[in-house]
């Protein structure tokens, strides 16, 4: 079977073709069986720049994700809808989605999800941090150049400079690969969901594939 990874020789017509072949009914809902394709839909065509098709999938994710209290998955997807979202020039809507996402993110502190999307994501995360110093209850407050180890112990502004370094990083990387400029590449993981997908392994089986 050929690779999902749209980073691959001819991988782009592959995600197309898998997203055309794994559509769901437009009034089906969002169960605990079908969840993991609803992500990867929604990430695929953000993947693919049809940033208004991967918004109308993640905001059909969030009542059951809500219901369900899925942390990571439900920050990520708020934080997927607020790079869908200011890609469609919506960067009110998008600071209201990202704003929602670290509120679910709380004292997890994810990183690595919000390092994933290049320049738009490191604006997103621009925007959320200019909205924290101006709103953040605490003050804004930094202790540079001290080791704090986990992101865990450190104060809010300086894990919100750590995913940003991260974030620039990643997509100064990006900027200086052509071909990460004209399409950004599923994880792992994801690609190997994808491949399952194909397969017709159920979400349950999915999951017992990944542990």
Avoid at 70 to 75: E, Q
Avoid at 174 to 198: D, F, G, H, S
């Amino acid at each position: 079977m050929a690779s999902l990874n749209i980073t691959a020789h001819g991988s782009q017509e592959n995600l197309a073709k898998w997203l055309k072949s794994a559509a769901v009914p437009a009034n089906a809902e969002v169960t605990e069986e079908n969840i993991v394709r609803f992500y990867c839909r929604s990430k695929g065509y953000l993947l693919l720049n049809q940033y208004e098709k991967s918004r109308r999938l993640l905001e059909k994710m969030l009542p059951y994700l809500n219901a369900h209290r899925s942390l990571r998955i439900h920050a990520e997807v708020l934080f997927e809808k607020a790079v869908a979202e200011w890609n469609l020039e919506q960067h009110g809507q998008a600071l209201k989605s990202v704003i929602e996402s670290f509120l679910v993110n709380g004292k997890n502190r994810y990183v690595m999800f919000c390092t994933e999307y290049g320049v738009t994501g490191r604006k997103v995360l621009e925007a959320y941090i200019d909205w924290m110093k101006y709103n953040s209850p605490e003050g804004w407050h930094r202790k540079k150049k001290y080791n704090y180890g986990n992101v865990l112990h450190m104060p809010e502004a300086d894990y919100l400079e750590k995913i940003l370094r991260k974030t620039r990083k990643e997509a100064r990387h990006m900027q200086k690969n052509a071909e990460y400029q004209r399409e950004e590449r599923l994880t792992m993981t994801e690609t190997v969901i994808l491949q399952y997908l194909v397969q017709g392994l159920t979400n349950a089986q999915i999951c017992q594939e990944i542990k």
